[in-house]
């Protein structure tokens, strides 16, 4: 059996609204291949280019690198990002975006990209003032109570390390 192809990594964002100085609010998803996944309340989403289509003008596209052949995002991602869990503040598309990051290339989004949302989030849990902003259209999505990225992260990372060492013992097994 061949060796697979190594996966190009492409990370697109795209700013949202307004900046206010420095700070700026993005929606991030990743290309593995041509194929977008990204994170809604649908849960992750994977379609040809989608996000790049539907904003041209204001999407940028970043390669990020190549992820190994067998690495498979929405086997390891599928159970921490399911449908009906997504936070407006707490997690997100960005949220998503790191984790997948971390599981494909061992690397993390810029934290630029999640700036705006980690001072809404801190902001709204002290003061509510996110939820008050928006007139209550931001409510904290209690699916998303249990969520802790930094664990996420340490088991996405577990899982691309044991992916290599298999990936390593069946090249053994060959050669």
Excluded: W
């Excluded at 699916?143 to 996420?152: H, Q």
């Amino acid at each position: 059996k061949r060796q697979k192809t190594p996966q190009k990594v492409v990370l697109v964002s795209t700013p949202l609204g307004f900046g206010v100085g420095s700070l700026q609010a993005y929606h991030t998803s990743l290309l593995v291949n041509d194929v977008e996944y990204s994170f809604s309340d649908e849960g992750i989403c994977v379609a040809q280019d989608a996000h790049l289509a539907k904003y041209p003008s204001e999407t940028v596209t970043t390669e990020v690198g190549f992820a190994r052949g067998e690495a498979n995002i929405m086997a390891v991602l599928q159970a921490h990002f399911n449908r009906g869990s997504y936070d407006l503040l707490r997690k997100n598309c960005n949220s998503f975006s790191d984790c997948g990051l971390a599981y494909l290339l061992g690397g993390r989004l810029d934290d630029r990209f999640c700036q705006m949302e980690r001072i809404g989030h801190a902001a709204d849990k002290y003061t509510g003032v996110v939820q008050m902003a928006t007139g209550g259209a931001y409510t904290p999505n209690p699916r998303a109570d249990k969520f802790d990225k930094e664990l996420i992260l340490s088991l996405v990372r577990e899982a691309a390390n044991r992916e290599v060492k298999l990936a390593g013992r069946k090249a053994k097994k060959r050669g």
